[in-house]
């Protein structure tokens, strides 16, 4: 069993290193270690709220780093705001993670109580938090979508 420490310097515990340690510096970036410039996915034209937008955004970005990691994603849902956002399985263990995204200057709000008892009723082992902060850089010259620099550390387990 490994320990890594994560944001808030609170302890957590992940068996088998199932899960990336908690980064020091956003995990969005690019080949050369730039970071990267990402724009809200396709499906999320079927939306006029700005905040479903970044929502979907911000669950795409933590499932692209799921993938990365070798994680075979179950759930991706697109046409919700609940959570959790994403079920995923590696190694034969499921994880489940709710997101929480803001724009910048907005900061991403933590998981309220009454939502951490309520997610840990129904998923009591295994449920990831993911935060993601987006930060808006102008809009692409050539599709005219918001484009974004994203600060996204990585997960943290949730616990009572």
Same mark, same amino acid.
């Given at each position: 069993m490994?320990?890594f420490?994560?944001l808030?310097?609170q302890?957590t515990?992940?068996?088998?290193d199932?899960?990336? %340690?908690f980064s020091?510096s956003?995990?969005?970036i $690019?080949?050369?270690g730039? &970071?990267a410039i990402?724009m809200? %996915?396709n499906?999320a034209?079927d +939306?006029?709220?700005?905040?479903?937008?970044d929502?979907?955004?911000?669950?795409?970005?933590?499932?692209?780093?799921?993938?990365?990691?070798g994680?075979?994603?179950e759930?991706? &849902?697109?046409?919700? =705001?609940?959570?959790p956002?994403?079920?995923a399985?590696?190694?034969?263990?499921t994880?489940y993670?709710?997101?929480?995204?803001?724009? =910048? &200057?907005?900061?991403t709000t #933590?998981l309220?109580n009454e939502?951490i008892?309520?997610l840990l009723s129904e998923? &009591?082992q295994? =449920? +990831?938090?993911?935060?993601?902060?987006?930060m #808006?850089i102008?809009? $692409? $010259?050539?599709?005219?979508? #918001?484009?974004?620099?994203?600060? +996204?550390l990585?997960?943290?387990?949730?616990?009572?």
């Amino acid at each position: 069993m490994s320990i890594f420490s994560n944001l808030f310097n609170q302890e957590t515990s992940l068996e088998n290193d199932l899960i990336k %340690p908690f980064s020091k510096s956003s995990r969005v970036i $690019d080949e050369n270690g730039e &970071p990267a410039i990402k724009m809200h %996915p396709n499906m999320a034209d079927d +939306y006029d709220n700005e905040q479903i937008k970044d929502r979907i955004l911000a669950v795409a970005i933590v499932n692209e780093d799921l993938l990365n990691d070798g994680f075979e994603v179950e759930t991706f &849902p697109k046409n919700t =705001l609940a959570n959790p956002a994403i079920k995923a399985v590696k190694n034969g263990k499921t994880i489940y993670v709710a997101v929480k995204s803001a724009r =910048l &200057p907005e900061q991403t709000t #933590p998981l309220e109580n009454e939502e951490i008892k309520k997610l840990l009723s129904e998923f &009591p082992q295994n =449920l +990831y938090s993911a935060k993601v902060e987006l930060m #808006p850089i102008g809009n $692409d $010259d050539d599709t005219g979508r #918001p484009c974004f620099f994203v600060k +996204y550390l990585g997960l943290v387990l949730v616990t009572s």
